[in-house]
């Protein structure tokens, strides 16, 4: 489909930089004039600059699909992952859903299966997923905006934070350290994510099992503060056995494919996974 080919123009762009005619036409396995079509529509969209033979990606929306690459990678564990929270969830209660890409797959699972909830986060996306059903009261916090990650966060977001509490919260994160810490690569969400854990009755992290022993910059919290860890099967024994040391109650997701791989780096990334 045309729309298929673009989305894969876009991001073929957007991991490799300037990018001649034919060798887009190959990775897509289109014809040249098939390409020089696409790359005509996307320049009128204000996706692409075109070159003479060639075309990158406009600066404006590379944040844009840097956020899709990361939302769409390792998917299969991150719906497995939100299948398993979702099981988690009580009518009538108010949770947060943080900015992570795999708790966004948990709001997209309570959008197939509606239950009453009270919802409030700082993502766009959750927003976008809760605004049509009736059930859900769904509250986005107010804050500076992060292109990048589609969330909210800032001083006013954690003034916001301080006066509210919530059954349940669910985390995601970029990095789950060496150390048993939780980490992001931005300040502010590192700052939010914090407040966030002081204020929930019920913590729930949402990480795949190829975010263990990564590192990020900002420190959010210990894992001993997270009341259950819902990560997927292919997670290493040995973090199994810490997790068990630590007391961190942990329920793994089946997969059908192989261990999570394709990660992008989170020092200096764009945010929670």
């Given at each position: 489909?045309?729309?298929d080919?673009?989305t894969?123009?876009?991001?073929?762009?957007y991991?490799?930089?300037?990018?001649?005619v034919?060798?887009?036409?190959?990775?897509?396995?289109?014809?040249?004039?098939?390409i020089?079509?696409?790359l005509?529509?996307?320049?009128?969209?204000?996706?692409?600059?075109?070159?003479?033979?060639?075309?990158?990606?406009?600066?404006?929306?590379g944040?844009?699909?840097?956020?899709?690459?990361r939302?769409?990678?390792?998917?299969?564990?991150?719906?497995?992952?939100?299948d398993?929270?979702?099981g988690?969830?009580h009518?009538?209660?108010?949770i947060?859903?943080d900015?992570?890409t795999?708790?966004?797959?948990?709001?997209h699972?309570?959008h197939?299966?509606?239950i009453?909830?009270?919802?409030f986060?700082?993502?766009?996306?959750?927003v976008?997923?809760l605004?049509?059903?009736d059930?859900?009261q769904?509250?986005?916090?107010g804050?500076?905006i992060?292109?990048?990650?589609?969330?909210?966060v800032g001083?006013?977001s954690?003034?916001?934070i301080?006066g509210?509490?919530?059954?349940?919260l669910?985390?995601?994160?970029?990095a789950?350290?060496?150390?048993?810490?939780?980490?992001?690569?931005?300040?502010?969400?590192?700052?939010?994510?914090?407040?966030?854990?002081?204020?929930?009755?019920?913590?729930?992290?949402?990480?795949?099992?190829?975010?263990?022993g990564?590192?990020?910059t900002?420190?959010?919290?210990?894992?001993?503060?997270?009341?259950?860890?819902?990560?997927d099967?292919?997670?290493d024994?040995?973090?199994?056995?810490r997790?068990?040391?630590l007391?961190?109650?942990?329920?793994?997701a089946a997969?059908?494919?192989?261990?999570?791989s394709?990660?992008?780096?989170?020092t200096?990334g764009?945010?929670?996974d």
């Amino acid at each position: 489909m045309a729309s298929d080919r673009l989305t894969q123009i876009r991001r073929y762009l957007y991991l490799n930089g300037m990018t001649g005619v034919h060798e887009l036409a190959e990775k897509v396995e289109a014809s040249l004039a098939t390409i020089r079509r696409d790359l005509q529509r996307l320049e009128e969209q204000g996706v692409i600059v075109r070159t003479h033979g060639g075309a990158a990606i406009a600066s404006s929306v590379g944040m844009e699909i840097a956020f899709e690459t990361r939302e769409s990678q390792g998917l299969e564990a991150k719906r497995a992952i939100a299948d398993e929270a979702y099981g988690r969830l009580h009518p009538n209660s108010a949770i947060f859903l943080d900015a992570g890409t795999t708790v966004l797959q948990l709001a997209h699972r309570i959008h197939l299966e509606p239950i009453p909830l009270t919802v409030f986060s700082n993502n766009l996306g959750v927003v976008d997923a809760l605004i049509d059903l009736d059930c859900v009261q769904t509250v986005l916090l107010g804050g500076r905006i992060r292109a990048a990650n589609r969330s909210v966060v800032g001083p006013l977001s954690e003034q916001v934070i301080d006066g509210l509490w919530f059954d349940q919260l669910f985390l995601g994160a970029s990095a789950v350290q060496p150390d048993d810490t939780i980490a992001t690569p931005d300040i502010d969400e590192a700052r939010l994510n914090s407040a966030m854990l002081a204020r929930a009755s019920e913590r729930f992290l949402l990480v795949d099992s190829s975010k263990f022993g990564n590192h990020a910059t900002y420190r959010v919290g210990q894992l001993t503060q997270i009341t259950h860890l819902f990560t997927d099967s292919c997670l290493d024994e040995d973090w199994l056995t810490r997790l068990v040391q630590l007391n961190v109650q942990c329920s793994l997701a089946a997969l059908e494919s192989g261990p999570v791989s394709g990660g992008i780096p989170v020092t200096g990334g764009v945010g929670n996974d």
